[in-house]
C-alpha cells in the first residue's frame, strides 16, 4: 500500500497551544494535501503544499514537507476547541489516484 | 450550490442484498471517486473516474461496481452485500486537468451496516 501514516495516533492539548501532527509516506509524490474531518462529516481540504515546496502557510495553519525523509507536518497555532477533529495527509499516488493516511485525532481541551 | 451530495446518509443491509449508494455534484468537476473509511485503516480509494464513459479501479475495488455516465453523478453499486464492508463511503470530486493538484471535495457520507 501507498498509504502514509499520521503520527501521533490521537493528541489532546489545552486551547491556546500549539499541535504539530507529522505524516510519513513510502512513494514519490507531486502533491501532499492535508484534510480535517468532523466527527460524522467529510474531509475538508486544509492546504496543498507541492514537492519542490519546503513550507507553507495558511492562516494558523503551517506545513513542511521533506521529501528526502518523505515526510510532512502540520502546525495548527494558537489552537480552539473548534480545531477539535481528525486531521488526514493525503499523497498522489499511481496515475489519478489519492492515497490517505490513518488520521490523527486532536482534541482541543476548553 | 450544494457541492457533493451523497444519499442515503444511513443504511442497513442483509447479508446478499444489493444497493446503490448515490453520489451526485454541482461543480462540473471531472474527476470523481469513492473511497470507504474504516476504524485505523484511514480511507482506502474504491472506484474513481476522470470523465464521462471512464472508470477506474482503486485499492480495493472488489465486491464493487462504478459507472459514470453523465459528469454529476458517479453511483457505487454493491451487488450482493457483505459483512466486510460495513463501512462509510464517501465521495469526492475534484477539477480534471491538475487533479493531482487540485483538491478533493467531499460528500458527508453513507454509513452503511451489513448484517
Known amino acids: 500500500s501507498q498509504q502514509g501514516e499520521e503520527d501521533p495516533q490521537a493528541l489532546s492539548i489545552q486551547e491556546g497551544e500549539n499541535a504539530t501532527m507529522n505524516c510519513s509516506y513510502k512513494t514519490s509524490i507531486n502533491n501532499l494535501q492535508w484534510y480535517r474531518q468532523n466527527s460524522g462529516r467529510g474531509l475538508v481540504h486544509l492546504i496543498l503544499?507541492?514537492?519542490?515546496?519546503r513550507e507553507k502557510h495558511s492562516g494558523r495553519l503551517r506545513v513542511t514537507l521533506d521529501t528526502s525523509k518523505k515526510s510532512s507536518s502540520l502546525l495548527i497555532t494558537a489552537s480552539r476547541a473548534a480545531d477539535t477533529a481528525s486531521y488526514f495527509c493525503a499523497t498522489d499516488g499511481r496515475g489519478n489516484q489519492f492515497y490517505f493516511g490513518t488520521g490523527t485525532s486532536l482534541t482541543v481541551i476548553p | 450550490n450544494a457541492g457533493v451530495t451523497q444519499t442515503p446518509k444511513f443504511q442497513v443491509l442483509k447479508t446478499g442484498q444489493s444497493m446503490t449508494l448515490q453520489c451526485a455534484q454541482d461543480m462540473n468537476h471531472e474527476y470523481m471517486s469513492w473511497y470507504r473509511q474504516d476504524p485505523g485503516m484511514g480511507l482506502r480509494l474504491i472506484h474513481y473516474s476522470v470523465g464521462a464513459g471512464i472508470t477506474d479501479q482503486g485499492e480495493v475495488p472488489n465486491g464493487y461496481n462504478v459507472s459514470r455516465s453523465t459528469t454529476e453523478d458517479f453511483p457505487l453499486r454493491l451487488l450482493s452485500a457483505a459483512p466486510s464492508q460495513t463501512s462509510v463511503y464517501f465521495c469526492?470530486?475534484?477539477?480534471?486537468?491538475?487533479?493531482?493538484?487540485?483538491?478533493?471535495?467531499f460528500g458527508n457520507g453513507t454509513r452503511l451496516t451489513v448484517t
Open positions: 503544499i507541492r514537492s519542490n515546496e
Open positions: 469526492a470530486s475534484s477539477r480534471a486537468g491538475e487533479v493531482r493538484g487540485s483538491p478533493l471535495h
